[in-house]
């Protein structure tokens, strides 16, 4: 069902985005760190820059790897702390990340980014309060922690509160206007707003920002297929992607109340893959309820 998958993708969009620095001495948020009372070796630092660029491109095991020398070397250093915090966070591991966070709440130099990090994994937890306190924590603390404002966007998106949430995803553009995730996050709430062609600009800006942004492609579709553009929705869509994107699309035609069309799109995703046999066979079961329900439904 489209609900269980979008909230997936969201907050990897959220979570995962920008966890790293460019190098030694650089958070997740280009800014600065106060150096710890004593600096670190040459050597460690350098592992410590090749972890942050590697978490930065997506490679969280080999941002571990060398990780694992420089906390051998230096346990207590809140800046290899923290960015082994953020390659838990990145791998999928939040509760692991949110205690890790939260162990350098005393911690000066990384205190704001921590409450960040620690925002973004109690999200993931499902504890928006407290994902809450934590985010404003974060901004109150330092304002450019672009990461913070874009949770914060969605933690309002959950609560209906869109025009918040448009101020905060505003502010995460400003100060990172090439972060393809904040762009899809501001389309999605644009959708839920039903707002569909501002939401598809949203959702293009993101690809042509990052056209591996699996969400905001998907999302792109779900955006079609509100307005009835099922060709729209579904051009490009190919194997192992098709039978997604047909069962998400034909969720939405059912939602729409084009039934007809919607059975078709199940029946096409189980042809064409069987793992999404349980899925849309669920989909159609809803439908034919539906119509045993109401012969006519409305268009």
Same mark, same amino acid.
């Given at each position: =069902?489209?609900? !269980?998958? !979008?909230?997936?993708?969201?907050?990897?969009?959220?979570?995962?985005?920008?966890?790293a620095?460019?190098?030694?001495?650089?958070?997740?948020?280009?800014?600065?760190?106060?150096?710890?009372?004593?600096?670190?070796?040459?050597?460690? #630092?350098?592992?410590?820059?090749? $972890?942050?660029?590697?978490?930065?491109?997506? !490679?969280?095991?080999?941002?571990?790897?060398?990780? #694992?020398? /420089?906390?051998?070397?230096r346990p &207590?250093?809140?800046?290899?702390? %923290?960015?082994?915090?953020? /390659?838990?966070?990145?791998?999928?591991?939040?509760?692991?990340?949110?205690?890790a966070?939260d @162990?350098?709440?005393?911690a000066?130099?990384v205190?704001?980014?921590?409450?960040?990090g620690?925002?973004?994994?109690?999200?993931? %937890?499902?504890?928006?309060?407290?994902?809450?306190?934590r985010?404003?924590?974060?901004?109150?603390? &330092?304002?450019?922690?672009?990461?913070?404002?874009?949770?914060?966007?969605?933690?309002?998106?959950?609560?209906? $509160?869109?025009?918040?949430?448009? &101020?905060?995803?505003?502010?995460?553009?400003? %100060?990172?206007?090439?972060a #393809? /995730? /904040?762009?899809?996050?501001?389309?999605?709430?644009?959708? %839920?707003?039903?707002?569909? @062609?501002?939401?598809?600009? #949203?959702?293009?800006?993101?690809?042509?920002? &990052?056209?591996?942004?699996? $969400?905001?492609?998907?999302?792109?579709?779900?955006?079609? $297929?509100?307005?009835?553009?099922?060709?729209?929705?579904?051009a490009?869509?190919?194997?192992?992607?098709?039978?997604?994107?047909?069962?998400?699309?034909?969720?939405?035609?059912l =939602?729409?109340?084009?039934?007809?069309?919607?059975? @078709?799109?199940?029946?096409?995703? =189980?042809?064409?893959?069987?793992?999404?046999?349980?899925?849309?066979?669920?989909?159609?079961?809803?439908?034919?309820?539906?119509?045993?329900?109401?012969?006519?439904?409305?268009?």
């Open positions: =069902m489209i609900w !269980r998958w !979008r909230f997936s993708w969201v907050w990897a969009a959220v979570i995962l985005a920008g966890c620095g460019d190098g030694p001495g650089v958070n997740s948020d280009g800014a600065s760190l106060t150096p710890p009372t004593r600096a670190l070796a040459p050597s460690t #630092a350098g592992d410590l820059a090749v $972890a942050a660029r590697a978490l930065a491109a997506g !490679r969280p095991g080999l941002a571990r790897s060398h990780l #694992a020398r /420089v906390l051998l070397a &207590d250093d809140p800046r290899a702390r %923290l960015v082994a915090a953020e /390659v838990l966070l990145a791998q999928g591991a939040a509760r692991a990340a949110a205690s966070f @162990a350098l709440a005393g000066p130099e205190a704001a980014r921590a409450d960040q620690a925002g973004l994994a109690l999200i993931a %937890l499902g504890d928006r309060p407290a994902a809450l306190r985010l404003r924590q974060a901004v109150a603390a &330092d304002a450019t922690l672009w990461r913070a404002w874009n949770g914060l966007g969605y933690y309002h998106d959950t609560q209906g $509160a869109w025009g918040l949430a448009a &101020d905060r995803y505003g502010r995460a553009l400003a %100060l990172k206007p090439e #393809a /995730v /904040v762009h899809n996050n501001l389309g999605y709430s644009l959708l %839920l707003q039903r707002r569909f @062609a501002e939401a598809r600009l #949203a959702f293009r800006r993101a690809l042509a920002l &990052d056209g591996t942004l699996a $969400a905001a492609r998907e999302n792109l579709r779900l955006a079609y $297929a509100w307005q009835g553009r099922y060709g729209d929705a579904l490009g869509a190919a194997r192992p992607d098709e039978a997604r994107a047909l069962n998400n699309v034909g969720f939405v035609a =939602m729409r109340g084009d039934l007809e069309r919607a059975s @078709a799109f199940f029946l096409r995703a =189980m042809e064409r893959d069987p793992r999404y046999n349980e899925a849309a066979s669920r989909n159609l079961a809803y439908l034919k309820g539906l119509r045993g329900a109401d012969p006519a439904p409305a268009p």
